[in-house]
């Protein structure tokens, strides 16, 4: 196997005889293949478009959970990987037989087999079939973008929400990955329109998170526990809430958030739900120790799943895209889903153990702010703030990544974060306190919630009357981890963001050539150390 997607891939390089995710060879390599036959699928429906043909919505779905399934923390589930090679070959010979000129089309497009040959095959079309490390640098960033995009793209399908034309993008560029004449100024291009469609993508799943929730709100989140069984719900899936929520509804089981789950508190809708208890624990790499002190049903609806220990596992339930050998999945069938599974095992388990008490705030997405923004300028013009830090971007299990602790606190208090998905758990329970009463850390939401940040800088930009988003008072410290964070980086590219950096290591997927090219470029560079990098972003400690 060869894997270098995450921020955490073996040795800052790749992984190849294990992943540190957990992930073994022969999911990896199923992962490569559901990939290579999701291009070709790409490279079919890119024919159809252009011969003016309809591509269905059920096909465009099956292209965005394709590459959410091969995620980082996603799916774990060998033969459900399979089952979607299976599933997506048969689709293909279907679509194939409507295109009237498949002359051109790739090897991908025509390629089918039997399930039994899916390992030989595999192992010749990773991530090492392409040679130039340039070039496999460029494509490996445009498709980890498109499994982002993917991703949000999914939650906002869930909601009923579509985007023909972000699909109809995808696949187009899923089957230009494929093309060996694409030379490195075509795929840089494509490395930047894939940014640009990542903002389409966020704004889709803004407007279908707010359209179906209401506009996040300022809301103050629990963080103890009650004395009553309890199901707690990952992942960043909205819709699987809601059905949980109505699902659990006078069974005496509440329910609590955990990791990217916890902005589900700030929307108005899910207020009225007196059994959605609070937030519990921390961010995703802490699951091991926290599910089981949890003690009732756990339901994941996204990465970040960790390989469960035995002390849990029957009581972890999949849902969506993820997928864990031996724990129970829970289908979508037309159109909805029976969480009773889940219900009556939490039924039968302990409450939670409480790790804490005491509350967080958050809810700082772009409508909330925008109802302060007077505040804001003037707190802007009088001196009491003096700079913006963006601190969004992903938690992980490193030790280096304490610096964002280190860095969040050693931050002077003229200095507000802005923060959005689960790098926040990092110092949001730190109590920095406020500015006049504008809180210190500012939390818009889930990863994808970047966007509102973006629209926060752009409003700034507009009220203060500059001609450029980088003359405001607003640097970026971003961690990443996983393939969210990548698209989340490339949309702030196309929105003109310069002078990002990223941390607590850059991407391996990133060659020498191409990390030249986008420090000189866009000025993204990495981190240090906190004194140091206040020094670099122009903040007097
Ligand atoms: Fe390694 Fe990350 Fe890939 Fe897992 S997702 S195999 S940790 S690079
Ligand atoms: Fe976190 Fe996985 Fe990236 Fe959504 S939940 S930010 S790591």
């Not at 040959?117 to 980890?144: F, M, P, Q």
């Not at 963001?497 to 000025?523: D, Q, Y």
Request: charged residues 20%; contains cysteine.
């Amino acid at each position: 196997m060869f894997c270098y997607q995450c921020q955490e891939t073996a040795g800052g390089k790749g992984c190849t005889v294990q992943g540190v995710c957990g992930k073994k060879p022969d999911v990896a390599e199923m992962q490569d293949l559901l990939v290579y036959v999701t291009k070709g699928l790409g490279a079919v429906t890119t024919q159809l478009r252009a011969e003016g043909k309809t591509v269905s919505v059920e096909t465009n779905h099956r292209v965005t959970m394709n590459l959410f399934i091969t995620i980082t923390n996603a799916n774990f589930d060998r033969e459900a990987i399979m089952d979607a090679i299976e599933e997506t070959l048969a689709l293909k010979a279907e679509l194939l037989a409507q295109v009237a000129d498949a002359s051109k089309l790739p090897a991908a497009a025509h390629w089918t087999a039997p399930r039994a040959d899916y390992e030989a095959k595999a192992k010749t079309v990773g991530v090492l079939a392409t040679e130039n490390e340039d070039v496999r640098s460029l494509r490996e960033l445009t498709t980890y973008g498109l499994k982002g995009l993917s991703a949000y793209v999914e939650h906002a399908n869930a909601l009923g929400y579509e985007n023909e034309e972000i699909d109809a993008f995808s696949q187009r560029a899923l089957a230009q990955l494929l093309d060996d004449t694409m030379d490195g100024d075509a795929l840089t291009a494509l490395v930047l329109e894939t940014g640009k469609w990542g903002v389409a993508g966020m704004a889709l799943l803004d407007g279908a998170n707010t359209g179906t929730y209401g506009h996040p709100e300022v809301t103050k989140v629990k963080l103890g526990v009650r004395n009553r069984p309890g199901i707690l719900i990952s992942g960043h899936d909205l819709k699987d809430l809601e059905r949980l929520l109505e699902q659990t509804k006078g069974t005496g089981v509440d329910v609590y958030t955990h990791g990217e789950m916890i902005p589900a508190h700030y929307y108005p809708a899910f207020k009225k739900y007196d059994n959605l208890v609070g937030n519990y624990g921390n961010a995703w790499w802490q699951q091991k120790e926290e599910f089981e002190k949890f003690n009732g049903a756990i339901l994941m609806t996204t990465n970040c799943v960790v390989p469960p220990k035995d002390s849990y596992k029957d009581r972890l339930f999949t849902t969506a895209a993820v997928g864990v050998p031996g724990c129970t999945h829970i289908p979508l069938v037309n159109g909805e889903k029976d969480f009773t599974p889940v219900i009556e095992c939490a039924k039968k388990c302990a409450p939670p153990t409480e790790l804490e008490t005491g509350e967080i705030v958050g809810g700082f997405a772009h409508e909330q702010v925008f109802a302060v923004a007077d505040k804001v300028v003037e707190a802007v013009k009088n001196g009491a703030i003096k700079k913006f830090v963006v601190m969004a971007g992903c938690d992980g299990r490193m030790k280096s990544r304490g610096y964002y602790s280190e860095f969040a606190e050693a931050l002077p208090h003229d200095t507000v974060i802005l923060t959005a998905g689960c790098a926040k758990y990092k110092y949001i329970k730190k109590n920095l306190g406020d500015i006049g009463g504008i809180p210190r850390v500012l939390d818009a939401g889930q990863c994808n919630d970047s966007y509102s940040l973006a629209l926060i800088a752009l409003k700034l930009k507009e009220v203060f009357g500059l001609d450029d988003v980088n003359k405001l008072p607003v640097v970026y410290n971003i961690a990443w981890y996983e393939q969210k964070a990548v698209i989340v980086l490339l949309a702030l590219l196309h929105l003109g963001v310069k002078n990002i950096h990223l941390g607590p290591t850059l991407p391996a997927f990133l060659s020498p050539n191409i990390a030249k090219v986008l420090a000189r470029t866009f000025g993204i560079g990495g981190i240090t150390n906190v004194e140091d990098d206040l020094a670099m972003f122009g903040i007097e400690a």
